[in-house]
């Protein structure tokens, strides 16, 4: 889900926002050469919508690879064009070169296929690594089944008996997009509510 929307960046088709084009070049290396103002980007693929990005201000600056944004909010498609996802963050940095893409303040990123909401200050994905991080200090906190069995996972594992409800927190959280595995550097603590499997 998170790599869904982190490598549609990527891809972004420019549906509508205004634009600031600096024709001269720069005196300073901090003004930006482009600057997007309510940007709205849309992302395809097969003819489908993939992503939809929304973001007050983005900026490109000149022989730096990255975009920068600010007061982002995403949605994400499916094959399917069912909803897979949305989030939100204070602040965006996509490097499509270098495949780094980080979400800063106030990152909220929920995934309805996986019934999962994650909460953090920061959040980096590494596309060439595939691996999924935040700040070794900065904390994160995870609900897992917050819809009681609305994707088909989450019904699948309640009539398997597996756990239906997870609530945890912790610090130096990275996740592999290759293993699916997760893991905390720093103290974690949290809730696992179950259910009993159901008799037959």
């Known amino acids: 889900m998170i790599r869904l929307f982190l490598l549609a960046l990527c891809g972004f088709s420019l549906f509508s926002c205004s634009l600031t084009y600096h024709s001269e070049e720069p005196q300073v290396s901090h003004i930006p050469e ?32 990255a975009l920068y944004g600010s007061q982002i909010h995403f949605t994400t498609y499916n094959k399917e064009g069912k909803l897979s996802s949305e989030g939100s963050s204070q602040m965006i940095s996509a490097d499509s070169s270098q495949k780094m893409y980080s979400l800063l303040g106030d990152v909220e990123i929920e995934s309805f296929e996986e019934d999962v909401i994650l909460k953090t200050d920061s959040i980096s994905w590494d596309g060439r690594t595939e691996q999924l991080i935040t700040g070794g200090s900065d904390t994160i906190s995870i609900r897992k089944g917050k819809n009681q069995g609305a994707s088909e996972r989450a019904a699948d594992e309640a009539r398997e ?37 159901e008799e037959e």
């Open 161 to 197: 008996g597996a756990s239906s409800r997870i609530e945890m927190e912790g610090s130096g959280f990275s996740a592999s997009g290759i293993t699916m595995d997760f893991q905390f550097t720093g103290p974690v603590a949290g809730t696992i509510y179950t259910s009993p499997k």
């Open 34 to 65: 482009l600057v997007f103002s309510d940007a709205r980007f849309v992302s395809y693929e097969d003819g489908k919508v993939s992503m939809i990005l929304n973001a007050s201000l983005l900026e490109q600056y000149q022989d730096d690879s």
